[in-house]
Every structure is written in structure tokens, then in C-alpha cells.
Nanobody, 113 residues
Framework: QVQPVESGGGLVQAGGSLRLSCAAS????????MNWFRQAPGKEREFVAR????????YYADSVKGRFTISRDNAKNTVYLQMNSLKPEDTAVYYC??????WGQGTQVTVSS
């Protein structure tokens, strides 16, 4: 069973940047369209970004469009989320996932004002 392993979160000031990584444990992501989600305290998990299997097609939630960039390196079995111009409302636990995969532990992103 392929398991996503997220990393790269941390504490950053508003306007700053972070790059999240999602590595595949126990298999490969290369045939999956991959998604990033996030869940803020007291809120439901929400979609952030999607990338198709070969990286040609991407899609973003309106709330992050123009600020976040999803990418992938299938040779490294890793998906990335570059987050720029971060806002306090971006504070959440970030998860990567694909249809049929179990959820990982996520990585905490905290943006201070």
C-alpha cells in the first residue's frame, strides 16, 4: 500500500514562503493524479491543488490561485507544493493524497500575522 509522507511545514510570517514535499512510501505515485488538501482547526478538510500523473495539468482552489504552485518529480516519487505570499488563513495541516490511498500524517503550516 502506497503511503504519502508529507514534510516541509513550519512557522512563517505572513508574506513568507514554504515548500511542502510529499514522498511515496511503499510504492510509487507516478501513475496517480495527486492532490494537496488542508485542514484548519475546527474546519473541514478542503481541497488545495491537483496535478495530473505527468505534471502537464494543474488545478487550484480559488483561495490559493496565483500564490501556490503544485509540481511533481516522478523520478523522485515526490510531489511538491510551493507556497508564496502566505496569509494567516493558510494556517492548517496540509496533506497530499490520491484516490485510493490512505491519508498520511500531514505537515503543519502556521502563518503568523
Amino acid at each position: 500500500q502506497v503511503q504519502p509522507v508529507e514534510s516541509g511545514g513550519g512557522l512563517v510570517q505572513a508574506g513568507g514562503s514554504l515548500r511542502l514535499s510529499c514522498a511515496a512510501s511503499g510504492g510509487t505515485f507516478s501513475t496517480y493524479a495527486m492532490n494537496w488538501f488542508r485542514q484548519a482547526p475546527g474546519k473541514e478538510r478542503e481541497f488545495v491543488a491537483r496535478i495530473n500523473w505527468n505534471g502537464v495539468s494543474t488545478y487550484y482552489a480559488d483561495s490559493v490561485k496565483g500564490r501556490f504552485t503544485i509540481s511533481r518529480d516522478n523520478a523522485k516519487n515526490t510531489v511538491y507544493l510551493q507556497m508564496n505570499s502566505l496569509k494567516p488563513e493558510d494556517t492548517a495541516v496540509y496533506y497530499c493524497n490520491a484516490v485510493g490511498l490512505s491519508w498520511g500524517q500531514g505537515t503543519q503550516v502556521t502563518v503568523s500575522s
